[in-house]
């Protein structure tokens, strides 16, 4: 049974809502029942931006996550908010280059990828979300490289396909 | 079968209201709501129709009932704050008998209180926020879809009616992105305009003219009693609800609509895994309030009801009328902007039937 309940949280300008879309649109395309929902408002103004992402084949019933699947965190604050709400045997996937304490939890899977670093070498630092997006869905299989891929040709800016494809095999490839 | 597309709650609003035939849109900007407007100043004048940024909230619902008397389609949306200062014309509208669709995508009160989903706006929006024995028919979607759908139909209940129809959203219904679809719908038979609107003499020896004045009573209360008849037509034709897990008997029915009807069926997934049965209402119409609803589980509950609102508690009234003491009601809300988490709506259901054990 294909049920993600996904977090996405960072700084604003890091492209969190976008990484939350591509995917949310690549669960449409698989036919998945999917929802996004963004934080907006104050919440967003204390350092962090948010998105809940739901793909399943259930129906959906609260948008809102809060037993997530799998976390992806590119802050420091985003960590220390949503750290706990992963659920046991869960997904964290971290920023290493932004967040450098430690992941308290022992009872999840924590990946962390210096996603900075290989995204400068791929060309681009603003690739990095995309890095990240690449190993969430080799690791959790939810929706197929070629989905998102697809959602990136129809959604994203043409432009920046090419790089924003790498940063997604590349991000696969490691944690692979 | 159409395309589906992945689009937020606001947008869709603005897209549903556009193919619902809507020529004409009076909007001013206000948080969670803002989208709409957005959407429409790019929409409208690409297709020929009317986006007008009014100077305000009261600007903007007085040009919709003047669109609305020359007999075209027009829509308004705010937020609470905005939906208060457009009172004095809704009241208008309604007793000058005009269709028109007002979009209230609800924040938390009260004052300017904050933009976090709430649903505090329920007595404003059902009991008749402006002045005087009127009614609007307030239609309560709980997705993105049927946004899209409840939009349409807004349009055809307010023409075939004459009366203006709000559709209540909040903030998280219309950040949020899911996917929808604008299926091929069946113009609906609806009343033909030209006995009444005021569109110029056209050959006609006499004016339209659109009015709410009525300085003798016997004309007032005359009026007043074809508006009733009009509501009682109403409240016959154009109940909607959903029944959710109620086809056994249950332990519990939770009442819910909108956003926070979402989370209840989590709750109630999250309570049938302890072997406790609850089912829901979700009122989809809030005015008319679906009583007959409760008629169908008033046998089959053992614990009675609870409404579950982001707010104080104003539902729950309209729930303690169905239910009209056959069997317990109860309230759990949170408020301000506050959304409860299935866990502590599971937990205040468990609270009840222990109390009511």
Same mark, same amino acid.
């Given at each position: 049974?294909?049920?993600?309940?996904?977090?996405?949280?960072?700084?604003?300008?890091?492209?969190?809502?976008?990484?939350?879309?591509?995917?949310?649109?690549?669960?449409?395309?698989?036919?998945?029942?999917?929802?996004?929902?963004?934080?907006?408002?104050?919440?967003?103004?204390?350092?962090?931006?948010?998105?809940?992402?739901?793909?399943?084949?259930?129906?959906?019933?609260?948008?809102?996550?809060?037993?997530?699947?799998?976390?992806?965190?590119?802050?420091?604050?985003?960590?220390?908010?949503?750290?706990?709400?992963?659920?046991?045997?869960?997904?964290?996937?971290?920023?290493?280059?932004?967040?450098?304490?430690?992941?308290?939890?022992?009872?999840?899977?924590?990946?962390?990828?210096?996603?900075?670093?290989?995204?400068?070498?791929?060309?681009?630092?603003?690739?990095?979300?995309?890095?990240?997006?690449?190993?969430?869905?080799?690791?959790?299989?939810?929706?197929?490289?070629?989905?998102?891929?697809?959602?990136?040709?129809?959604?994203?800016?043409?432009?920046?396909?090419?790089?924003?494809?790498?940063?997604?095999?590349?991000?696969?490839?490691?944690?692979? | 079968?159409?395309?589906?597309?992945?689009?937020?709650? !606001?947008?869709?609003?603005?897209?549903?209201?556009?193919?619902?035939?809507?020529?004409?849109?009076?909007?001013?900007?206000?948080?969670?709501?803002?989208?709409?407007?957005?959407?429409?100043?790019?929409?409208?004048?690409?297709?020929?129709?009317?986006?007008?940024?009014?100077?305000?909230?009261?600007?903007?619902?007085?040009?919709? =009932?003047?669109?609305?008397? *020359?007999?075209?389609?027009?829509?308004?949306?705010?937020?609470?704050?905005?939906?208060?200062?457009?009172?004095?014309?809704?009241?208008?509208?309604?007793?000058?008998?005009?269709?028109?669709?007002?979009?209230?995508?609800?924040?938390?009160?009260?004052?300017?209180?904050?933009?976090?989903? /709430?649903?505090?706006?329920y007595f404003q929006a059902t009991k008749g926020g402006?002045?005087?024995?009127?009614r609007l028919?307030?239609? /309560?979607?709980?997705?993105?879809?049927?946004?899209?759908?409840?939009?349409?139909?807004?349009?055809?209940?307010?023409?075939?009616?004459?009366?203006?129809?709000?559709?209540?959203?909040?903030?998280?219904?219309?950040?949020?992105?899911?996917?929808?679809?604008?299926?091929?719908?069946?113009?609906?038979?609806?009343?033909?305009?030209?006995?009444?609107?005021?569109?110029?003499?056209?050959?006609?020896?006499?004016?339209?003219?659109?009015? *709410?004045? =009525?300085?003798?009573?016997?004309?007032?209360?005359?009026?007043?009693?074809?508006?009733?008849?009009?509501?009682?037509?109403?409240?016959? !034709?154009?109940?909607?609800?959903?029944?959710? !897990?109620?086809?056994?008997?249950?332990?519990?029915?939770?009442?819910?609509?909108?956003?926070?009807?979402?989370?209840?069926?989590?709750?109630?997934?999250?309570? /049938?895994?302890?072997?406790? !049965?609850?089912?829901?209402?979700?009122?989809?119409?809030?005015w008319?309030?679906?009583?007959?609803?409760?008629?169908?589980?008033?046998?089959?509950?053992?614990?009675?009801?609870?409404?579950?609102?982001?707010?104080?508690?104003q539902?729950?009234e309209d729930?303690?009328?169905? *239910?009209?003491?056959?069997?317990?009601?109860?309230?759990?809300?949170?408020?301000?902007?506050?959304?409860?988490?299935?866990?502590?709506?599971?937990?205040?259901?468990?609270?009840?039937?222990?109390?009511?054990?």
């Amino acid at each position: 049974m294909a049920h993600q309940e996904i977090i996405f949280a960072g700084f604003g300008g890091q492209g969190i809502l976008s990484m939350g879309k591509f995917l949310a649109y690549a669960g449409m395309d698989e036919e998945l029942n999917v929802s996004w929902l963004p934080s907006y408002g104050p919440e967003m103004r204390g350092g962090t931006a948010n998105c809940s992402v739901i793909l399943t084949n259930e129906n959906i019933g609260s948008p809102i996550v809060t037993d997530a699947t799998a976390v992806v965190v590119m802050n420091r604050p985003s960590l220390d908010k949503f750290e706990n709400v992963v659920i046991p045997n869960g997904l964290l996937i971290v920023d290493s280059d932004l967040v450098t304490r430690d992941v308290n939890r022992d009872d999840i899977t924590v990946i962390r990828i210096p996603a900075q670093t290989i995204a400068e070498q791929l060309g681009s630092k603003k690739i990095s979300n995309m890095i990240l997006l690449g190993a969430l869905i080799e690791k959790t299989n939810i929706v197929p490289m070629e989905a998102l891929l697809k959602a990136l040709k129809e959604h994203g800016k043409a432009q920046f396909y090419d790089l924003n494809k790498a940063a997604l095999e590349k991000g696969a490839e490691v944690v692979r | 079968m159409p395309d589906k597309v992945l689009m937020k709650g !606001n947008e869709a609003i603005g897209e549903a209201a556009i193919h619902a035939g809507c020529q004409c849109f009076f909007g001013y900007p206000i948080t969670p709501q803002t989208e709409v407007a957005a959407y429409m100043s790019r929409r409208m004048p690409k297709i020929g129709r009317v986006f007008l940024q009014a100077e305000s909230e009261i600007a903007a619902i007085n040009m919709v =009932y003047g669109a609305a008397g *020359s007999g075209v389609r027009a829509m308004t949306s705010s937020s609470s704050p905005g939906i208060s200062l457009k009172q004095e014309g809704i009241s208008y509208i309604a007793g000058a008998e005009l269709p028109c669709v007002i979009v209230n995508i609800v924040r938390g009160g009260p004052g300017l209180g904050g933009i976090q989903p /709430a649903q505090s706006d329920y007595f404003q929006a059902t009991k008749g926020g402006g002045h005087g024995d009127y009614r609007l028919v307030v239609l /309560a979607p709980s997705s993105v879809q049927e946004m899209v759908d409840l939009v349409q139909d807004a349009f055809d209940i307010a023409d075939k009616y004459r009366n203006p129809v709000m559709v209540m959203g909040d903030g998280m219904l219309g950040q949020m992105m899911e996917p929808v679809e604008f299926k091929e719908r069946k113009p609906a038979q609806l009343p033909s305009k030209d006995e009444w609107k005021a569109d110029g003499l056209k050959g006609r020896k006499e004016h339209h003219v659109i009015n *709410s004045l =009525y300085l003798k009573p016997e004309e007032l209360e005359n009026q007043n009693l074809k508006m009733q008849k009009k509501y009682a037509k109403i409240k016959n !034709n154009e109940v909607r609800y959903e029944m959710y !897990n109620c086809e056994k008997d249950v332990d519990f029915v939770l009442v819910a609509y909108g956003t926070i009807s979402r989370i209840c069926k989590n709750a109630i997934k999250l309570l /049938a895994e302890e072997g406790i !049965n609850v089912g829901l209402i979700r009122p989809i119409t809030l005015w008319p309030f679906p009583e007959k609803a409760f008629e169908e589980v008033i046998d089959k509950t053992k614990y009675g009801f609870m409404s579950v609102e982001l707010s104080c508690g104003q539902m729950v009234e309209d729930v303690k009328l169905a *239910s009209n003491g056959r069997k317990p009601v109860y309230f759990y809300g949170r408020t301000g902007g506050m959304v409860p988490s299935p866990n502590e709506i599971a937990d205040a259901v468990k609270r009840n039937i222990g109390g009511a054990k």
